[in-house]
Each structure stands twice: as structure tokens, then as C-alpha cells.
């Protein structure tokens, strides 16, 4: 049991910061994982720049960034700004070339957390006001983003273990799952054999990895969100963002729950309507749960 959360603001002006919302709303489910919490947020750009983060050793944070300034170095990437935090060492780097074999050869030499021209993700063990204290999430105020509070069933309790995921090798696509992928292995070594690699075994990284090469083949989210109903086994409800939009899908048997309410500022989902309450508090809202086997998507305003 796991429970995920998204929210976009259609338009600026919001009182409610992205990294505001996404902390209650997690806090308001942390009862579904108490393990781990974590964020992908969508944020400023920069043309040209790439936003790299990583997790870097406890207790051996020199001599890690040192390593990882090395590769990015190598790899011909010219970085801007960096900082260290919690666990994560974040670079803002220029590079030319190909995305792809510049993000796999980066993780290679280290562990990556996300790589994007908006996108960051931020996630840890621990709720969502520890992982909040810990890298600052409230005071984001991008258009949107993503969250996931996990509990531990088939891995460790640490950070890499953590949602959201974002797709191996592309820029800017992250996703946050409840449920299971049971055609896993089959679609992977699919993938594999056109050339991506993957970085971890979970079932959301595929989920990832998957739409992202529907999007660089020109199909819209829309569309590959309705075809991974059919292609993705198991039971599942999950959230998946780009830089521009938002967007989830429904296995057919729906066992796992998602709730939604709509206005014309914002669209949020989640697990829970207590999340959504956290929004609003004190309003009755208007929510719908969207039936087996549906999928949509939504474009912020420019």
C-alpha cells in the first residue's frame, strides 16, 4: 500500500505554493507509507542548462562529489551552480551531445536521482514534513509536480528505493505508481533490447521509461497513457508528468484507489479525498474517482 498525489496549477497567481500543496497532501496520507516520501517538481528552466541530482555517501560526501565532478567532467558538462544538501548533491550543468548516453554514462559513475530542464526530484526516508525540513519542498513554487509517500514491501527502507521515478535517460518525465506491474521483466527486456538500460528494478521506472519513448516517437501523453492500459499488466493507478502537463491511468480492474477534484485554477489527485481536504480545509468539494481503465491528462496555461 502506497499513496500518490499530483497537482497543476492551470494558471499563476496561486496563493498555495506546488511544494506547499504536495506536503499536505502527503501528510494527509503518510498513513498509507510511513517509510519514505518523496517529490518530483517542476520549476524555472534555463535554455541550455540541465538540473542533475544525486545521492551522494553518508559520511563520505567530499570524496562522492568529488567522483561525480569527475564524470561530469569527463562527459564534456560544464556546471553552473552546485550545491550539497541532505544527501543529495545538486548540479546545474551545460552539455552538448545526446541526453540519452550522457545520462547513462553519468549513471554509471553515480547514483542519480533526476535529470531535467525543470524537473527535480527530491525524496528520502522518513514522512513528508522530514523530507520538507530536510530539502526545503514547501517553499517550491513551480506550476506542478508530483508526490509519493511508500510503504516498504519488496525492498529496503532507503532513499533510492523511494518514488517518484523519472525516466531513465529522458528529461522531465517523472512518475509516482500504487500497485504492481506483473509483465514487468517482459516489457523491460523489450526496452532493453532497443538500447535503454534502467537503473533500478522497480516496476515504476518502466512505467516511466515507457511513456517517455512514446513521447520522442511524436505520440501524445494522452494517447500513450491510454495504450500502457494495454500493454502494462497488473493492477495499478499511477500519476506521470512532463514539463508541460499531467496525466494518469487506471488499470481496468481498479483496484487501487485514486480520487480527483477539478476547478478553473487547479487539478489535483490523489489516493485519498483527505488529501484533497488538506487543500481546502473546511470546504466540501466536489470530487470524482475516475472509473476502471481511464486515463486523461491536462496542459498547463502559457
Known sequence: MCGIAGIMFKRPGSDLSTG????????????????????????????????????????????????????????????????????????????????????????????????????????????????????HVAGHAGSHGLGHVRLATESDVKPEAAHPFWATGFADVAIVHNGQITNYWKMRRRLERRGFQFNTDNDSELIAVYLADKLTQGVALKHALETSIDDLDGTFSFLVSTKDEIGYAKDRIAAKPMIMYENDDLIAIASEEVSLNRLFPGQALDTREPPPGSYDTWSRST
Open 20 to 135: 506547499q500543496a504536495l506536503v499536505d497532501m502527503l501528510d494527509g496520507c503518510q498513513h498509507r507509507g510511513p517509510d519514505s516520501t518523496g517529490f518530483a517538481l517542476y520549476g524555472e528552466e534555463h535554455p541550455g542548462e540541465l538540473k542533475l541530482r544525486f545521492f551522494v555517501g553518508e559520511g563520505d560526501d567530499a570524496g562522492s562529489v568529488a567522483r561525480i565532478k569527475a564524470a561530469l567532467d569527463a562527459h564534456g558538462a560544464e556546471i553552473v551552480d552546485d550545491e550539497l544538501a541532505g544527501n543529495n548533491y545538486r548540479a546545474v550543468v551545460r552539455v552538448k551531445g545526446d541526453l540519452r548516453q550522457f545520462a547513462y554514462a553519468i549513471e554509471r559513475a553515480a547514483k542519480v536521482i533526476s535529470i531535467g530542464e525543470s524537473l527535480e526530484i527530491l525524496k528520502d526516508v522518513g514522512s513528508a514534513h522530514d523530507v520538507d525540513d530536510r530539502y
